[in-house]
């Protein structure tokens, strides 16, 4: 099971962090990911990390404002957003997998777990 938090209300510009727990497995050998999705647009592709955290990748419209982490003790996964913009608006989700390249990380096909998502809304 997938829970995500931290969404919410913020201003352009500002930070926010989404977590995600998951419990009833095992998260040390999941790679985890998050999606979003706006409405009446498509389910876009955020960012992942590897069960090992040795391999991080970013969509393109979010490189270098987001971060991925993961605690593995806390079996949590973090999204951590900053610079945001009122297109990332948005019902963010995380997701998990056994998958590890690259490749399969940033496709949505390749997550067997989903969490019920977050709304995250970037408005002045």
């Known amino acids: 099971q997938l829970q995500a938090s931290g969404g919410g209300l913020v201003q352009p510009g500002g930070s926010l962090r989404l977590s995600c727990e998951v419990s009833?497995?095992?998260?040390?050998?999941?790679?985890m990911g998050w999606f979003r999705q706006a409405p009446g647009s498509e389910r876009e592709f955020v960012a992942a990390i590897s069960w090992s955290a040795g391999n991080t990748v970013y969509g393109d419209s979010v490189k270098g404002r987001f971060t991925i982490s993961r605690d593995n003790a806390k079996n949590t996964v973090y999204l951590q957003m900053n610079s945001l913009k009122p297109e990332d608006t948005a019902v963010y989700y995380c997701a998990a997998t056994f998958s590890s390249g690259s490749y399969y990380l940033s496709r949505g096909s390749s997550y067997m777990f989903w969490g019920q998502g977050t709304l995250v809304t970037v408005s002045s």
């Open positions: 009833g497995g095992t998260f040390s050998s999941y790679s």
